[in-house]
Protein backbone atom coordinates (compact mmCIF):
# COMPACT_ATOMS: atom_id res chain seq x y z
CA UNK A 1 0.00 0.00 0.00
CA UNK A 2 3.02 2.31 0.55
CA UNK A 3 4.39 1.55 -2.63
CA UNK A 4 1.37 2.22 -4.46
CA UNK A 5 0.66 5.62 -2.51
CA UNK A 6 4.02 6.94 -3.40
CA UNK A 7 4.27 5.31 -6.84
CA UNK A 8 0.96 5.02 -8.34
CA UNK A 9 -1.28 7.41 -6.41
CA UNK A 10 -2.27 8.32 -2.83
CA UNK A 11 -6.05 8.11 -4.22
CA UNK A 12 -6.02 4.76 -5.00
CA UNK A 13 -9.24 2.78 -4.17
CA UNK A 14 -7.19 0.37 -1.89
CA UNK A 15 -5.69 3.17 -0.14
CA UNK A 16 -9.46 3.69 0.74
CA UNK A 17 -10.82 0.85 0.95
CA UNK A 18 -8.88 -2.41 2.37
CA UNK A 19 -11.94 -4.50 2.55
CA UNK A 20 -11.63 -4.21 -1.74
CA UNK A 21 -8.25 -4.94 -1.29
CA UNK A 22 -8.39 -8.03 0.38
CA UNK A 23 -11.96 -9.26 -1.74
CA UNK A 24 -9.58 -9.00 -4.71
CA UNK A 25 -6.06 -9.96 -3.84
CA UNK A 26 -6.23 -11.43 -0.41
CA UNK A 27 -5.55 -15.74 -0.61
CA UNK A 28 -5.44 -17.53 2.89
CA UNK A 29 -1.59 -16.61 3.61
CA UNK A 30 -0.89 -13.91 1.57
CA UNK A 31 -1.70 -11.57 -1.12
CA UNK A 32 -1.61 -12.57 -4.80
CA UNK A 33 1.16 -9.90 -5.73
CA UNK A 34 4.22 -10.71 -7.30
CA UNK A 35 6.77 -7.77 -5.89
CA UNK A 36 10.29 -6.55 -7.23
CA UNK A 37 11.74 -6.43 -3.60
CA UNK A 38 15.16 -5.02 -3.32
CA UNK A 39 17.25 -6.20 -0.86
CA UNK A 40 19.74 -3.61 0.26
CA UNK A 41 16.88 -0.74 0.47
CA UNK A 42 14.35 -2.65 1.96
CA UNK A 43 11.73 -1.56 -0.11
CA UNK A 44 9.69 -2.66 -3.43
CA UNK A 45 10.39 -1.16 -6.83
CA UNK A 46 7.59 -2.98 -8.70
CA UNK A 47 3.92 -4.58 -8.08
CA UNK A 48 2.16 -6.32 -10.23
CA UNK A 49 -1.05 -8.22 -8.74
CA UNK A 50 -2.84 -10.96 -10.51
CA UNK A 51 -6.39 -12.72 -10.25
CA UNK A 52 -8.01 -15.85 -11.55
CA UNK A 53 -11.68 -17.24 -11.58
CA UNK A 54 -11.12 -20.09 -9.18
CA UNK A 55 -8.97 -17.54 -7.01
CA UNK A 56 -12.76 -16.09 -5.87
CA UNK A 57 -13.93 -19.73 -5.14
CA UNK A 58 -11.04 -21.38 -3.83
CA UNK A 59 -8.98 -17.88 -2.64
CA UNK A 60 -5.64 -19.30 -4.41
CA UNK A 61 -4.42 -19.60 -7.97
CA UNK A 62 -3.81 -23.14 -9.45
CA UNK A 63 -1.29 -23.92 -12.03
CA UNK A 64 -2.88 -24.38 -15.22
CA UNK A 65 -5.72 -21.76 -15.13
CA UNK A 66 -6.97 -18.59 -16.69
CA UNK A 67 -4.66 -15.43 -14.88
CA UNK A 68 -6.12 -12.00 -15.13
CA UNK A 69 -3.27 -9.48 -14.84
CA UNK A 70 -4.74 -6.58 -12.57
CA UNK A 71 -2.18 -3.81 -11.24
CA UNK A 72 1.38 -3.92 -12.68
CA UNK A 73 3.52 -0.86 -11.63
CA UNK A 74 7.12 -0.63 -11.73
CA UNK A 75 8.89 2.91 -10.30
CA UNK A 76 11.44 3.81 -12.86
CA UNK A 77 12.71 6.52 -10.45
CA UNK A 78 14.60 3.67 -8.11
CA UNK A 79 14.27 0.53 -10.72
CA UNK A 80 17.58 -0.74 -11.01
CA UNK A 81 16.43 -2.84 -13.68
CA UNK A 82 14.92 -1.64 -17.29
CA UNK A 83 13.54 -5.11 -17.62
CA UNK A 84 12.04 -5.47 -14.18
CA UNK A 85 8.28 -5.32 -15.18
CA UNK A 86 8.87 -7.90 -18.03
CA UNK A 87 11.34 -10.03 -14.61
CA UNK A 88 7.52 -10.22 -13.01
CA UNK A 89 5.40 -10.61 -15.95
CA UNK A 90 7.78 -13.69 -16.70
CA UNK A 91 8.13 -15.21 -13.23
CA UNK A 92 4.18 -15.28 -13.24
CA UNK A 93 4.23 -17.33 -16.60
CA UNK A 94 7.27 -19.91 -15.00
CA UNK A 95 5.06 -20.13 -11.62
CA UNK A 96 1.60 -20.97 -12.82
CA UNK A 97 2.06 -21.81 -16.76
CA UNK A 98 -1.37 -20.30 -17.26
CA UNK A 99 -3.93 -21.81 -20.04
CA UNK A 100 -4.35 -17.77 -20.91
CA UNK A 101 -3.26 -14.20 -19.78
CA UNK A 102 -4.48 -11.72 -19.97
CA UNK A 103 -5.07 -8.09 -19.35
CA UNK A 104 -8.19 -5.77 -19.87
CA UNK A 105 -8.43 -1.79 -19.75
CA UNK A 106 -4.76 -1.22 -21.10
CA UNK A 107 -3.76 2.07 -22.72
CA UNK A 108 -2.08 2.45 -25.78
CA UNK A 109 1.71 2.65 -24.58
CA UNK A 110 1.28 -0.60 -22.58
CA UNK A 111 -0.76 -2.48 -25.40
CA UNK A 112 2.61 -1.45 -27.37
CA UNK A 113 4.37 -3.35 -24.70
CA UNK A 114 2.77 -6.73 -24.63
CA UNK A 115 2.67 -6.63 -28.27
CA UNK A 116 6.30 -6.49 -28.64
CA UNK A 117 6.09 -9.36 -25.36
CA UNK A 118 3.74 -11.70 -27.82
CA UNK A 119 1.16 -11.20 -26.67
CA UNK A 120 -2.25 -10.28 -28.91
CA UNK A 121 -3.81 -6.88 -28.50
CA UNK A 122 -7.25 -5.73 -29.27
CA UNK A 123 -10.08 -3.57 -28.79
CA UNK A 124 -12.87 -5.18 -27.24
CA UNK A 125 -16.62 -5.17 -28.89
CA UNK A 126 -19.34 -2.74 -26.53
CA UNK A 127 -22.98 -3.61 -27.34
CA UNK A 128 -26.19 -2.57 -25.92
CA UNK A 129 -29.82 -2.92 -26.25
CA UNK A 130 -31.79 0.14 -26.02
CA UNK A 131 -35.19 0.48 -24.36
CA UNK A 132 -37.75 1.68 -27.29
CA UNK A 133 -40.37 3.25 -24.81
CA UNK A 134 -38.02 5.79 -23.48
CA UNK A 135 -38.69 8.31 -25.93
CA UNK A 136 -35.68 10.83 -24.93
CA UNK A 137 -32.20 9.48 -24.47
CA UNK A 138 -30.13 10.95 -21.68
CA UNK A 139 -27.49 8.39 -22.04
CA UNK A 140 -27.31 6.97 -25.31
CA UNK A 141 -25.40 9.15 -28.04
CA UNK A 142 -26.47 9.46 -31.86
CA UNK A 143 -29.56 8.32 -33.56
CA UNK A 144 -31.30 4.60 -32.93
CA UNK A 145 -32.45 3.35 -35.97
CA UNK A 146 -36.02 2.96 -36.91
CA UNK A 147 -37.91 0.14 -35.50
CA UNK A 148 -41.39 -1.02 -34.01
CA UNK A 149 -41.73 -0.77 -30.25
CA UNK A 150 -40.84 -3.51 -28.28
CA UNK A 151 -43.85 -5.21 -26.97
CA UNK A 152 -44.22 -6.14 -23.74
CA UNK A 153 -46.15 -9.54 -24.31
CA UNK A 154 -43.59 -12.53 -23.71
CA UNK A 155 -43.47 -16.19 -24.19
CA UNK A 156 -41.06 -16.86 -20.92
CA UNK A 157 -40.76 -15.16 -17.77
CA UNK A 158 -37.35 -13.32 -16.22
CA UNK A 159 -36.74 -14.32 -12.50
CA UNK A 160 -34.31 -12.76 -10.24
CA UNK A 161 -31.45 -15.24 -8.67
CA UNK A 162 -29.65 -16.01 -5.69
CA UNK A 163 -28.45 -19.10 -4.31
CA UNK A 164 -31.74 -20.64 -3.38
CA UNK A 165 -31.29 -21.46 -7.18
CA UNK A 166 -27.79 -22.66 -7.26
CA UNK A 167 -28.74 -25.99 -8.20
CA UNK A 168 -30.86 -25.31 -11.15
CA UNK A 169 -28.41 -22.49 -12.15
CA UNK A 170 -25.22 -24.58 -12.23
CA UNK A 171 -27.21 -27.37 -14.19
CA UNK A 172 -27.56 -24.87 -17.23
CA UNK A 173 -24.39 -23.70 -16.30
CA UNK A 174 -22.46 -27.02 -16.61
CA UNK A 175 -24.88 -28.04 -20.13
CA UNK A 176 -23.54 -25.25 -21.65
CA UNK A 177 -20.02 -25.47 -20.87
CA UNK A 178 -20.31 -22.18 -19.60
CA UNK A 179 -16.73 -21.06 -18.47
CA UNK A 180 -17.48 -19.75 -14.70
CA UNK A 181 -19.78 -22.15 -12.22
CA UNK A 182 -22.53 -20.42 -10.10
CA UNK A 183 -20.01 -20.71 -6.63
CA UNK A 184 -17.55 -18.17 -8.90
CA UNK A 185 -20.60 -15.99 -9.96
CA UNK A 186 -21.59 -15.55 -6.22
CA UNK A 187 -18.23 -15.27 -4.80
CA UNK A 188 -17.27 -12.86 -7.24
CA UNK A 189 -19.94 -10.67 -7.94
CA UNK A 190 -23.21 -11.67 -5.23
CA UNK A 191 -20.60 -11.08 -2.21
CA UNK A 192 -19.09 -7.99 -4.18
CA UNK A 193 -17.82 -5.92 -1.05
CA UNK A 194 -18.82 -2.41 -2.86
CA UNK A 195 -20.95 -2.91 -6.21
CA UNK A 196 -23.88 -4.79 -5.84
CA UNK A 197 -24.46 -7.19 -8.49
CA UNK A 198 -28.45 -8.98 -10.05
CA UNK A 199 -28.24 -12.51 -11.62
CA UNK A 200 -31.13 -13.04 -14.25
CA UNK A 201 -32.29 -16.07 -15.07
CA UNK A 202 -34.46 -16.12 -18.02
CA UNK A 203 -36.91 -18.85 -18.06
CA UNK A 204 -39.26 -20.57 -21.09
CA UNK A 205 -42.61 -21.71 -20.80
CA UNK A 206 -40.97 -25.71 -20.62
CA UNK A 207 -39.65 -23.90 -17.04
CA UNK A 208 -36.17 -24.51 -17.92
CA UNK A 209 -33.49 -22.11 -18.12
CA UNK A 210 -32.14 -20.56 -21.30
CA UNK A 211 -30.13 -17.90 -20.44
CA UNK A 212 -28.56 -16.63 -17.43
CA UNK A 213 -27.07 -13.07 -16.89
CA UNK A 214 -25.09 -11.05 -14.14
CA UNK A 215 -24.61 -7.45 -14.05
CA UNK A 216 -25.38 -4.27 -12.24
CA UNK A 217 -27.02 -0.73 -12.46
CA UNK A 218 -25.09 2.45 -13.52
CA UNK A 219 -26.76 6.14 -13.22
CA UNK A 220 -25.72 9.38 -14.61
CA UNK A 221 -27.50 12.03 -15.92
CA UNK A 222 -30.82 11.82 -14.29
CA UNK A 223 -30.84 8.16 -15.94
CA UNK A 224 -29.92 4.22 -15.66
CA UNK A 225 -28.92 1.67 -17.31
CA UNK A 226 -27.71 -1.73 -16.60
CA UNK A 227 -24.31 -3.08 -17.32
CA UNK A 228 -24.35 -6.99 -18.11
CA UNK A 229 -20.86 -8.65 -16.79
CA UNK A 230 -21.71 -12.30 -17.78
CA UNK A 231 -24.18 -13.57 -20.51
CA UNK A 232 -24.75 -17.45 -20.61
CA UNK A 233 -27.07 -18.48 -22.85
CA UNK A 234 -27.84 -21.24 -25.69
CA UNK A 235 -27.26 -20.13 -29.24
CA UNK A 236 -30.38 -21.07 -30.45
CA UNK A 237 -32.02 -19.06 -27.80
CA UNK A 238 -31.07 -16.07 -29.15
CA UNK A 239 -34.72 -13.90 -29.46
CA UNK A 240 -35.36 -15.45 -25.85
CA UNK A 241 -32.37 -13.43 -24.48
CA UNK A 242 -33.63 -10.53 -26.45
CA UNK A 243 -37.01 -10.55 -24.82
CA UNK A 244 -35.75 -11.25 -21.43
CA UNK A 245 -33.60 -8.40 -21.65
CA UNK A 246 -36.21 -6.24 -22.68
CA UNK A 247 -38.17 -7.27 -19.67
CA UNK A 248 -35.80 -6.49 -17.33
CA UNK A 249 -35.96 -2.78 -18.70
CA UNK A 250 -39.10 -2.24 -19.06
CA UNK A 251 -39.96 -3.15 -15.76
CA UNK A 252 -36.68 -1.16 -14.13
CA UNK A 253 -36.90 1.79 -16.48
CA UNK A 254 -33.72 1.25 -17.62
CA UNK A 255 -32.82 3.47 -20.57
CA UNK A 256 -30.19 0.66 -22.07
CA UNK A 257 -28.60 -2.69 -21.20
CA UNK A 258 -24.97 -2.95 -22.67
CA UNK A 259 -22.11 -5.41 -22.60
CA UNK A 260 -18.29 -5.46 -23.27
CA UNK A 261 -16.99 -8.92 -24.75
CA UNK A 262 -14.38 -10.16 -27.06
CA UNK A 263 -14.40 -13.28 -28.58
CA UNK A 264 -18.17 -13.86 -28.42
CA UNK A 265 -20.82 -14.99 -31.25
CA UNK A 266 -21.48 -11.71 -33.30
CA UNK A 267 -24.57 -13.50 -34.87
CA UNK A 268 -26.09 -14.27 -31.76
CA UNK A 269 -25.39 -10.85 -30.37
CA UNK A 270 -27.01 -9.51 -33.06
CA UNK A 271 -29.97 -11.95 -32.75
CA UNK A 272 -30.08 -11.27 -29.24
CA UNK A 273 -30.98 -7.15 -30.09
CA UNK A 274 -27.53 -5.47 -29.52
CA UNK A 275 -26.45 -2.74 -31.49
CA UNK A 276 -22.12 -2.63 -31.75
CA UNK A 277 -21.52 1.00 -30.74
CA UNK A 278 -19.76 2.70 -33.63
CA UNK A 279 -18.62 6.39 -33.57
CA UNK A 280 -21.96 7.45 -34.66
CA UNK A 281 -24.01 5.48 -32.58
CA UNK A 282 -22.78 4.42 -28.81
CA UNK A 283 -23.07 4.31 -24.91
CA UNK A 284 -20.92 5.84 -22.27
CA UNK A 285 -18.17 3.36 -20.79
CA UNK A 286 -17.07 5.42 -18.04
CA UNK A 287 -19.28 6.26 -15.03
CA UNK A 288 -16.74 6.93 -11.92
CA UNK A 289 -16.52 9.38 -13.13
CA UNK A 290 -19.42 10.01 -15.68
CA UNK A 291 -17.68 10.70 -19.54
CA UNK A 292 -19.58 10.86 -22.48
CA UNK A 293 -17.70 10.30 -24.73
CA UNK A 294 -16.68 7.16 -26.42
CA UNK A 295 -14.01 5.13 -24.94
CA UNK A 296 -12.14 1.80 -26.30
CA UNK A 297 -11.12 -0.79 -23.94
CA UNK A 298 -8.38 -2.69 -25.07
CA UNK A 299 -6.88 -5.95 -23.97
CA UNK A 300 -4.00 -7.83 -24.33
CA UNK A 301 -3.81 -11.68 -24.10
CA UNK A 302 -1.95 -15.24 -24.69
CA UNK A 303 -3.69 -17.90 -24.57
CA UNK A 304 -3.85 -21.91 -25.45
CA UNK A 305 -7.17 -21.97 -26.53
CA UNK A 306 -9.69 -19.80 -28.22
CA UNK A 307 -9.85 -16.37 -26.13
CA UNK A 308 -12.90 -14.90 -24.58
CA UNK A 309 -13.22 -12.12 -22.29
CA UNK A 310 -16.29 -9.70 -20.67
CA UNK A 311 -15.69 -6.34 -18.75
CA UNK A 312 -16.22 -8.87 -15.17
CA UNK A 313 -12.98 -10.52 -15.72
CA UNK A 314 -9.77 -9.07 -14.45
CA UNK A 315 -10.01 -5.99 -12.55
CA UNK A 316 -12.09 -3.94 -15.31
CA UNK A 317 -15.41 -3.62 -13.16
CA UNK A 318 -14.07 -2.08 -9.95
CA UNK A 319 -14.61 1.10 -8.06
CA UNK A 320 -12.30 4.07 -9.52
CA UNK A 321 -10.67 1.87 -12.27
CA UNK A 322 -7.65 3.68 -13.66
Request: net charge negative; proline share 3%.
Amino acid sequence: MTFLKNSWSQHHIFLKNKELLDFQHKTLNCYNFVVAYHRDTKCFHGVLGIISPDFYTNRKIDKGEDVWLAIWKVDKSIAKSNSLGMDMLEYVEDEFSPRSISAIGINNTVALLYKLMGFQTKTMNQWFIPNRNIVESKLIVGDLPDLMCDSEVYSHSTIECGIEQENELQIFLSKNKAKRTFRYIVERYLNHPSYKYLIYAIVKADSNIHAVVVGRKVSANGASAFRLTELFYELDCALDVKDGLIEIMVQKGYEYIDFLEYGFDVKALVSSGFIQCSDNLFVPHFFEPFDADRQEVKIAFRSKEPFSCTKGDSDLDRPNHG
